[in-house]
């Protein structure tokens, strides 16, 4: 069933706005009567019914409402420095949204080679991954921060920083505590810098490892995002 993006649905009558409305009557070709699915970003999945087939100004009607759908039981939080090449920054966001994460906070380091974002173009991305993963939540995409400002904000969970330094850190599958809400900082190209790392420390983050081979940016993100995700899972599984 085709799948459409309603973040200000709050009746049983919704119109699409006119993207919306043109891709579903235009290119999918879909008429009165026709069963659509919508989501709005907060946890709502829909079954609609289309009631006026209009291609500017398309009109459902809610036949199923389906409230904090396959909500989990804990809230992800990733900062990570953008990459130099964005591209990159969008696949980690594409894929992370698509495994399964909640808050994004671009994060200026010491060693980043890239300090300013377009996010139009990333919310973009976030929206297009959710409705393709079939996610009910739209994960928040923050402004662009400084590390040293970003590290100072409290944060109710468990704190982790993943470097590529030799110091003693165990690998974040064996610090993480299931359903707690986390927050993990992923360095630029550069790593972070020493300076950083202790900064870090200073305001309570676990050094964490995310395994044994050297990491590009954007993929310590979508690892540590599969390993939180993954954590969860099985312990939910576990408990069935």
Known sequence: MHLFYTPDLTDTIYTLNEQESKHCIKVLRLTTNDMVQLIDGKGG???AKIVEPNPKKCTVEIIETKKEYE???HRLHIAIAPTKN????????EKATEIGIDEITPVICEHSERKVIKPERLEKILVSAMKQSLKAYKPRLNELVRYSDFIKRPFAGEKFIAHCEDTNKSFLKNKY??????????????DFSPVEIDEARQHDFTEISLGNSRLRTETAGVVACHTINLLNETSQDSDL
């Open 45 to 47: 999945f829909y079954t």
């Open 177 to 190: 505590t299931v359903a707690r809400d986390v927050l993990i900082l992923i360095g630029p190209e550069g």
């Open 86 to 93: 964005n591209d990159r920054l969008e696949w980690f966001l």
């Open 71 to 73: 909500k989990r039981n």
